[in-house]
């Protein structure tokens, strides 16, 4: 029977199957980071039990490091305390850790296939819903709760039910200004935030091979903002190239054996999918989101939603709420909304690639007078890499600052955050309320958008500035 | 884990869709490294306001509300971050059951993980037993029969059975699947012959 590439990573995992269905998956890569995991290390501790596989464990602390200098360390005391249990546990249960004072630490979802960690054909988890971002080299890869990290912890195994298959085709060619970001913001307004649910995404379609394997990270980054279970794209010769000679990397004679095998690591001719729909690249224009979720998306040439035009009540309500929190009207024109701050960076959008697409839109401008705007990489490499590529100085001259790598203002858990009422033109991956900080108002578009919507002081068209 | 069974309460109903995890906890309360002491802080944003003072119209600061042990709210629930701290809250403010018409699938997993039942049925059903909070009448939950018990009604609903045992059982799932350790062991024997690579060594 032809089977899809999420079959096939599927079969290839399974330990054991019980009759209902309900699987036990053999988890090949474990990422963990200091929020979801102490409370998972503590459960061993009190049950007796160790870590079965910590050679396929890496650790790292983001979601809560500064941004500034780091020289002082953390300030906040909880912060603090969470970066320390995990270099404790870390310690304890003989993990892996890159520190805060690695270069080589960074968000988990860039640092893993910065290293080689990320492989195809493996699967990996972590206690963060945007580990979908590693399907872009044909894994499967997901969100994990603190309860399920234990039980990797404990067992290098995970209990699933298997997902359905869902593929999105997406054939053409992107026109001049229009990216990945946009690809998938578009695909999420199609689908909405439920429509992946009880699903695997796997993205096909010239249009997707045509891209970076860095470009392909994003759309699978916000696979979950659709709902799914994980997103993929079938491994090929940019993935191989990308992965080799990466520290963690498969060496000589089994770097020969993983590429026959990574080869084979697609879905089969006349392989069922459940679910399929097709987009047409040429047709996607730059996005931003005007409203509370990740499906409220407009073009920047669009206007804002009017909730009298929407007759299912639930959703008229959801706009009115959203209008209210955004403090938006309805009607008025994506360009006039404008903005204080911008954010570049995340899981999402803090790699090199993110970086030069945003300074090429910023070299010899100025960002807005009344615009805060800063640049998080996403890691110490990324960093290092965009610095001796002069990206550094392109950002600073232009009026941003250069941050030290970390989540940051995606989710606000350390210093950097909106102010009440504060509006963001940001390369995160959600719009919710608060998410940003509370009563933050978050609008998320592309890199390069993020650097027109800086330079112009109100979300703005990038292509304005590519002609 | 705690075990479910049955719960009977006055449910509070939150007819917004697509609540998310960081509206259910905000990440300034993700710091903890325990898991219990969030039910303060449970839909911290909506429930206080920015002097940390009680926002009398929210519905979990209401009597009887604020006592409800069943929360009913619109579809999508729990969606976004992977956050267990969400469960955590809602069990910490004392509610072990949700239902909605659908819910973001790692949360729904989460609430196993944490003796939570949701459950899932359809949206004229929703606005059926939602009077019942309206009225602050009590409904019931039965797991062992799938049904919902308002007035003289009952409403039918569909669950895992495996996960339907761990809940009555409250198993620990980790526990479970060490049993089967034997198979884990050839699994990664087998593994480190078929795709070396994979072990780093």
């Given at each position: 029977m032809p089977l899809t590439l999420y079959d096939k990573i599927w079969n290839d995992h399974l330990v054991h199957q019980q009759e209902d269905g309900t699987s036990l998956l053999f988890v090949d890569r474990h990422l963990i980071h200091e929020v979801t995991s102490p409370q998972a290390f503590e459960g061993l501790r009190s049950s007796n039990r160790k870590v079965r596989q910590p050679n396929l464990t890496l650790a790292v602390a983001d979601h809560n490091v500064p941004t500034t200098d780091r020289t002082k360390g953390i300030s906040d005391e909880e912060s603090k305390l969470q970066v320390d249990t995990l270099e404790k546990n870390c310690k304890e249960f003989g993990i892996k850790l890159f520190g805060m004072d690695d270069k080589r630490q960074g968000i988990v979802h860039i640092i893993g296939p910065e290293q080689g960690f990320t492989q195809p054909g493996t699967i990996i988890v972590c206690g963060d819903s945007h580990t979908a971002t590693h399907g872009a080299f044909g894994s499967l890869a997901f969100g994990i709760g603190t309860s399920e990290v234990e039980h990797v912890l404990a067992t290098q195994t995970l209990v699933q039910k298997k997902s359905k298959n869902f593929r999105i085709n997406v054939n053409g060619k992107l026109p001049l200004?229009?990216?990945?970001?946009?690809?998938?913001?578009?695909?999420?307004?199609?689908?909405?935030?439920?429509?992946?649910?009880?699903?695997?995404?796997?993205?096909?379609?010239?249009?997707?091979?045509?891209?970076?394997?860095?470009?392909?990270?994003?759309?699978?980054?916000?696979?979950?903002?659709?709902?799914?279970?994980?997103?993929?794209?079938?491994?090929?010769?940019?993935?191989?190239?990308?992965?080799?000679?990466?520290?963690?990397?498969?060496?000589?004679?089994?770097?020969?054996?993983?590429?026959?095998?990574?080869?084979?690591?697609?879905?089969?001719?006349?392989?069922?999918?459940?679910?399929?729909?097709?987009?047409?690249?040429?047709d996607i224009k730059p996005m931003v989101t005007w409203g509370t979720s990740p499906q409220d998306v407009i073009t920047i040439d669009g206007k804002v939603p009017n909730p009298k035009n929407e007759k299912d009540p639930d959703k008229k309500n959801s706009i009115e709420r959203s209008l209210k929190y955004m403090g938006l009207n309805p009607d008025i024109n994506a360009k006039d909304i404008k903005i204080d701050k911008v954010f570049i960076g995340s899981c999402t959008n803090g790699r090199i690639e993110d970086l030069r697409e945003a300074a090429e839109i910023l070299k010899d401008k100025k960002i807005a007078n009344h615009v805060d705007a800063m640049v998080v990489p996403g890691s110490g490499l990324v960093k290092q890499q965009a610095e001796?590529?002069?990206?550094?100085?392109?950002?600073?001259?232009?009026?941003?600052?250069?941050?030290?790598?970390?989540?940051?203002?995606?989710?606000?858990?350390?210093?950097?955050?909106?102010?009440?009422?504060?509006?963001?033109?940001?390369?995160?991956?959600?719009?919710?309320?608060?998410?940003?900080g509370r009563g933050g108002r978050t609008h998320l578009v592309s890199p390069g958008m993020a650097a027109a919507a800086a330079i112009s002081g109100n979300l703005d068209d990038v292509r304005k500035y590519q002609i | 884990m705690q075990k479910f069974n049955k719960v009977k309460s006055i449910p509070a109903y939150l007819p917004i869709v697509n609540i998310d995890t960081?509206?259910?906890?905000?990440?300034?309360?993700?710091?903890?490294?325990?898991?219990?002491?969030?039910?303060?802080?449970?839909?911290?944003?909506?429930?206080?306001?920015?002097?940390?003072?009680?926002?009398?119209?929210?519905?979990?600061?209401?009597?009887?509300?604020?006592?409800?042990?069943?929360?009913?709210?619109?579809?999508?629930?729990?969606?976004?971050?992977?956050?267990?701290?969400?469960?955590?809250?809602?069990?910490?403010?004392?509610?072990?059951?949700?239902?909605?018409?659908?819910?973001?699938?790692?949360?729904?997993?989460?609430?196993?993980?944490?003796?939570?039942?949701?459950?899932?049925?359809?949206e004229e059903q929703i606005k059926q037993i939602s009077e019942y909070s309206l009225r602050k009448e009590e409904i019931e939950v039965d797991l062992v029969n799938e049904k919902i018990k308002f007035g003289n009604n009952e409403i039918g609903f569909e669950i895992d059975p495996f996960k339907k045992k761990c809940l009555l059982e409250g198993l620990d799932d980790i526990a479970l699947s060490l049993e089967k350790t034997d198979k884990i062991l050839s699994f990664e024997k087998k593994l480190k012959d078929s795709k070396p690579w994979i072990f780093n060594d």
């Open positions: 200004g229009v990216t990945s970001k946009d690809v998938i913001l578009q695909i999420i307004g199609k689908i909405g935030t439920a429509g992946g649910t009880g699903y695997v995404i796997e993205y096909a379609g010239d249009l997707i091979s045509s891209l970076t394997v860095e470009n392909r990270m994003t759309i699978c980054n916000m696979t979950i903002e659709g709902g799914a279970r994980a997103g993929l794209i079938q491994p090929d010769e940019k993935v191989f190239e990308y992965l080799k000679n990466k520290p963690m990397s498969p060496k000589n004679e089994n770097w020969d054996k993983a590429l026959e095998y990574w080869e084979t690591l697609k879905s089969d001719h006349g392989s069922k999918f459940d679910k399929e729909i097709n987009l047409e690249g040429n001796q590529e002069g990206l550094d100085k392109i950002f600073i001259n232009s009026g941003f600052e250069w941050r030290e790598p970390g989540c940051s203002m995606c989710l606000a858990m350390n210093a950097d955050k909106l102010k009440p009422g504060e509006r963001c033109a940001s390369t995160s991956n959600r719009n919710f309320e608060g998410r940003q | 960081d509206m259910l906890i905000p990440k300034q309360f993700l710091k903890t490294i325990k898991r219990t002491g969030l039910g303060k802080n449970l839909f911290h944003e909506m429930r206080y306001d920015e002097k940390g003072i009680e926002i009398d119209q929210f519905i979990l600061n209401k009597a009887p509300y604020n006592k409800s042990k069943i929360l009913i709210a619109g579809k999508n629930f729990g969606c976004g971050s992977s956050r267990e701290h969400a469960p955590w809250a809602l069990l910490d403010f004392g509610i072990t059951c949700v239902i909605s018409s659908s819910y973001a699938d790692i949360f729904y997993n989460n609430c196993f993980k944490n003796g939570i039942l949701p459950i899932v049925i359809d």
